[in-house]
């Protein structure tokens, strides 16, 4: 029987990670054993061409889908970050990984066509064992710098990052209980966003909390406490430098304080949790004076649901604007999936601006948008190929 000569493992380890499923599920679909799943996988063998029909037609992919890339994307990517390796599972973890990988799969198809920006993420890496020094922070200040992030508050963030190389998606309904993460795949960096999460300032957060990964801990151990709090401090910096809100913060929790506090959300698009974890931190706060705060944050039912002015979200413009601009020059939707080989429907969420919406109106809000913040859109327009 014929066995197909440009097939390659590690494309079928993609698209079973994909569909969220282990060797064992999959060779009972196809009626093989998990040790033949595995040697296709490995490479040590290749399926037949029957076998790889089923294969695809169980992982509801193309068998074009399996075929060699010149660039494998799974081998020049870096072990993610996520928040808690505890709370999910390998299988959903595998999966969502996967899925920021088909992300930088259709970038890479798209990039035939369009020239995106460079990827300029600034490094500065802080260890797992420096607790107690300064890193986080002085990493944030490395990017506000070396991104001409102008004094005051952080602008569009996500246009941001996309403005300087970095990808930025949101991960499907399936993926949900994954919270952000990201990773540094070579070819570009990739965050990928909670599609569940549609709080404009925890989003916000987020972001730069995802940033930080990518700025301080490329070498580092992905999951634990202090990489996560340290990403927490970076985030902190970026969006709320402490030589520009340390006075603006609350010292007492009496008066107006939390009309004030209500006030910085909006002024610094963050949410008040975040200010008053800012103020602790920077010794504006007790933590007695904190404690009590939280208490009152859960009684009022604002751990999850804070009152704020923004309802929608910050949107990546960066595949979409693509997609677009391409369609206009008559290269449509169905091309380009042919081209990416990938599952169509995994196709429109990575390439929307958020999964089963419509694009928004910009939101005015008090956070000055950054001075490049169109840079994206100009970029693609004026170089189409």
């Not at 989003?203 to 927490?232: K, S, T, W, Y």
């Not at 944050?297 to 009152?307: C, D, F, K, L, V």
């Not at 990938?342 to 109106?361: G, Q, Y």
Request: glycine share 6%; aromatic share 6%.
């Amino acid at each position: 029987m014929e066995v197909v000569p440009f097939f390659d493992g590690a494309r079928l380890t993609l698209a079973r990670h994909l569909a969220g499923l282990r060797k064992s599920d999959l060779a009972a679909l196809v009626d093989k054993s998990a040790t033949a799943v595995a040697a296709w996988e490995s490479g040590a063998k290749r399926p037949t061409a029957v076998t790889v029909a089923q294969l695809a037609l169980a992982l509801s992919v193309d068998p074009g889908f399996f075929a060699v890339r010149p660039e494998d994307v799974a081998a020049l990517s870096t072990t993610p970050h996520f928040r808690s390796l505890r709370s999910t599972s390998q299988l959903a973890r595998d999966q969502a990984y996967a899925y920021g990988q088909l992300a930088v799969d259709i970038a890479t198809s798209l990039e035939r066509h369009v020239e995106f920006p460079d990827p300029g993420i600034p490094s500065l890496s802080v260890f797992a064992d420096d607790q107690n020094g300064d890193g986080p922070e002085r990493a944030a200040r490395l990017v506000r710098r070396e991104w001409g992030m102008e004094a005051g508050p952080a602008g569009h963030l996500v246009r941001l990052l996309e403005n300087h190389g970095t990808l930025v998606v949101f991960s499907p309904p399936q993926t949900a209980s994954v919270d952000a993460y990201s990773f540094d795949s070579k070819l570009r960096p990739v965050v990928i966003l909670n599609p569940i999460k549609r709080d404009y300032y925890r989003q916000r957060f987020d972001v730069a909390h995802e940033l930080g990964h990518l700025v301080m801990h490329a070498d580092a151990e992905p999951g634990g406490r202090i990489v996560e709090d340290q990403a927490h401090r970076f985030a902190a910096e970026l969006l709320m430098p402490a030589d520009q809100v340390r006075d603006l913060l609350p010292v007492t929790m009496g008066g107006n304080v939390w009309r004030t506090l209500a006030r910085l959300k909006e002024q610094w698009g963050v949410s008040i949790q975040a200010l008053l974890y800012r103020a602790r931190w920077l010794g504006r706060l007790s933590d007695v004076s904190y404690r009590n705060a939280m208490t009152t944050i859960s009684a009022r039912g604002w751990r999850r649901n804070e009152p704020g002015l923004v309802s929608a979200i910050e949107q990546p413009s960066l595949l979409p604007r693509a997609v677009e601009l391409l369609s206009q020059e008559g290269i449509d939707e169905v091309h380009l999936v042919a081209q990416c080989r990938v599952p169509p429907d995994l196709f429109r969420v990575i390439t929307a601006r958020a999964p089963e919406t419509e694009p928004t109106a910009p939101v005015e809000t008090s956070v000055s948008p950054h001075s490049a913040s169109d840079r994206v859109v100009s970029l693609l327009e004026r170089r189409l190929r």
